[in-house]
């Protein structure tokens, strides 16, 4: 059966406080053998650390996501400073700009990316990064600051320019639902030009689930299902797909070291 890694999972989150443990257990008889749980605020950091803690293939990112400054505290740096030497964290995100909501404060978002990219920097950790409509300051930014340990650009939605800054700064690219919609014509077309080894598989569960879960709360259980995707997309074997993919994500965040 194919080892498969979801690279971006929120299973920390109350969606799954039912039948966390039942989901865990499907998604490895899935064949999924590995889960990065993203942070996105304080919030979240103590419940990924505590499921990290119990599941031995369950990694943690922690991280202050753009999308919630109004959540954010000013003592939330330090704190996050702080956690990064946990074992568990094996990476920052996810962070990044977020420029499709009209209203977001384009400056404050930049000073917290900036921030936790130093953070990163200095701890020696890859990048989880969540972008919209910002990947050409991303990379700027992050060229700027001369950050040398890549990661991951989650959702990746970025035209093939953008996509070639990310691979010259030494970053994967995760695909997930939105691949299997036969009206995502930009991500389609860009799995299918991509070097295998720049993708990565995740689901972002609970959201953005696959065609065939449409409506429905999205699991890593699914995680299969962009796999076939990706593989129908590409013309080649899933069981290769699978192997590399994995290997790509466990690279990115330097779980093999
Ligand atoms: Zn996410």
């Given at each position: 059966m194919a080892t498969l890694f979801d690279?971006?999972?929120?299973?920390?989150?109350?969606?799954?406080?039912?039948?966390r443990d039942q989901i865990l257990a499907a998604a490895r008889a899935a064949g999924v053998s590995g889960f990065l749980l993203p942070g996105v605020g304080h919030w979240t950091w103590g419940r990924q650390l505590h499921l990290a803690g119990k599941e031995a293939d369950c990694f943690c990112a922690l991280g202050l996501h753009p999308l919630f400054l109004d959540r954010h505290r000013s003592e939330d740096l330090e704190r996050l400073a702080a956690l990064l030497?946990?074992?568990?964290?094996v990476a920052i995100g996810e962070i990044g700009l977020d420029y499709?909501?009209?209203?977001?404060?384009r400056q404050a978002q930049q000073a917290l990316f900036e921030a936790q990219v130093r953070l990163a920097k200095a701890a020696d950790l890859p990048l989880v990064l969540h972008v919209r409509r910002a990947h050409d300051q991303v990379t700027a930014t992050l060229r700027r600051l001369r950050f040398p340990h890549g990661g991951i650009c989650h959702a990746c939605n970025a035209s093939r320019q953008q996509v070639q800054r990310y691979l010259d700064l030494g970053f994967r690219l995760g695909f997930g639902g939105?691949?299997?919609?036969?009206?995502?014509h930009r991500i389609r077309a860009l799995v299918q030009a991509l070097?295998?080894?720049?993708i990565c598989l995740e689901t972002d569960a609970p959201d953005l689930p696959p065609l065939n879960h449409r409506g429905e709360r999205n699991?890593?259980?699914?995680l299969p299902e962009v796999l076939n995707a990706l593989a129908e997309l590409r013309g080649e074997p899933p069981e290769r797909l699978a192997e590399i993919t994995t290997c790509n994500a466990r690279q990115a965040l330097k779980l093999d070291l």
């Amino acid at each position: 059966m194919a080892t498969l890694f979801d690279s971006h999972c929120h299973l920390d989150d109350p969606a799954f406080d039912p039948d966390r443990d039942q989901i865990l257990a499907a998604a490895r008889a899935a064949g999924v053998s590995g889960f990065l749980l993203p942070g996105v605020g304080h919030w979240t950091w103590g419940r990924q650390l505590h499921l990290a803690g119990k599941e031995a293939d369950c990694f943690c990112a922690l991280g202050l996501h753009p999308l919630f400054l109004d959540r954010h505290r000013s003592e939330d740096l330090e704190r996050l400073a702080a956690l990064l030497d946990h074992p568990n964290v094996v990476a920052i995100g996810e962070i990044g700009l977020d420029y499709y909501p009209p209203e977001v404060d384009r400056q404050a978002q930049q000073a917290l990316f900036e921030a936790q990219v130093r953070l990163a920097k200095a701890a020696d950790l890859p990048l989880v990064l969540h972008v919209r409509r910002a990947h050409d300051q991303v990379t700027a930014t992050l060229r700027r600051l001369r950050f040398p340990h890549g990661g991951i650009c989650h959702a990746c939605n970025a035209s093939r320019q953008q996509v070639q800054r990310y691979l010259d700064l030494g970053f994967r690219l995760g695909f997930g639902g939105p691949l299997t919609y036969p009206r995502s014509h930009r991500i389609r077309a860009l799995v299918q030009a991509l070097p295998v080894e720049a993708i990565c598989l995740e689901t972002d569960a609970p959201d953005l689930p696959p065609l065939n879960h449409r409506g429905e709360r999205n699991s890593p259980v699914y995680l299969p299902e962009v796999l076939n995707a990706l593989a129908e997309l590409r013309g080649e074997p899933p069981e290769r797909l699978a192997e590399i993919t994995t290997c790509n994500a466990r690279q990115a965040l330097k779980l093999d070291l």
